[in-house]
Antibody, heavy 115, light 106 residues
Framework: QVHLVQSGAEVKKPGASVKVSCETF????????MHWVRQAPGQGLEWVGL????????KYAPGLQDRVTVTSDASRFTVYLELRRLRSDDTAIYYC?????????WGPGTQVIVS | SYELTQPPSVSVSPGQTAMITCSGD??????VRWFQQKPGQAPVLVIY???ERPAGIPERFAGSSSGTTVTLTISGAQIEDEGDYYC?????????FGGGTKVTIL
């Protein structure tokens, strides 16, 4: 069964950077895109970006594209989300989601607190 | 830029029909997915391609589409259907979520 393991909670100061990882298990790593979706406390879902691990192509939400980078490491079956110049409104749960627009599978989420 | 608009809340009594709309110009040419999210849990897909139901999703969940509006209908709503529902649409450049609809069964 597909399994996504995300890195642990992070507490960061405003202006700092954070890097969250999503390790994948039990499916062909390069066969599916990986998305990042975040949810601020009491708020809705917000798409952050995606990567195609097969060719490394990325897409980002327009409002975040100058601060976010999504990368992948096929040797570790892991996808990473880096968010820079953190602000208090970046406080959220960050989910990695395999193939959000297809055969989707959600990670458990990583809490990021900016304070 | 594209946006998807949902009503903030919908309330129905158990056994009644709940209807949640998702509107946006892009929906005239792109499919929508619907996700259900319960407190403290990751979202779960309940409808894809506007009207297709994944395996394991009860038949009371149905989707429909007309022009720039898609609708999720829960027929004979159950207490366990309470939660937040989000529509999602993927375009060539972006992925959009609706603002979410809180469904209350009371």
């Amino acid at each position: 069964q597909v399994h996504l393991v995300q890195s642990g909670a992070e507490v960061k100061k405003p202006g700092a950077s954070v890097k969250v990882s999503c390790e994948t298990f039990l499916y062909p790593f390069t066969s599916y895109s990986m998305h990042w979706v975040r949810q601020a406390p009491g708020q809705g879902l917000e798409w952050v970006g995606l990567i195609n691990p097969d060719d490394g192509r990325t897409k980002y939400a327009p409002g975040l594209q100058d601060r976010v980078t999504v990368t992948s490491d096929a040797s570790r079956f892991t996808v990473y989300l880096e968010l820079r110049r953190l602000r208090s409104d970046d406080t959220a749960i960050y989910y990695c989601v395999r193939d959000l627009d297809g055969d989707d599978w959600w990670g458990p989420g990583t809490q990021v607190i900016v304070s | 830029s594209y946006e998807l608009t949902q009503p903030p809340s919908v309330s129905v009594s158990p056994g009644q029909t709940a209807m949640i709309t998702c509107s946006g110009d892009v929906l005239a040419r792109k499919y929508v997915r619907w996700f259900q999210q319960k407190p403290g849990q990751a979202p779960v897909l309940v409808i894809y391609k506007d009207r297709e139901r994944p395996a394991g999703i009860p038949e009371r969940f149905a989707g429909s589409s007309s022009g720039t509006t898609v609708t999720l209908t829960i027929s004979g709503a159950q207490i366990e259907d309470e939660g937040d529902y989000y529509c999602l649409c993927a375009t060539d450049k972006n992925v959009l979520f609706g603002g979410g609809t809180k469904v209350t069964i009371l």
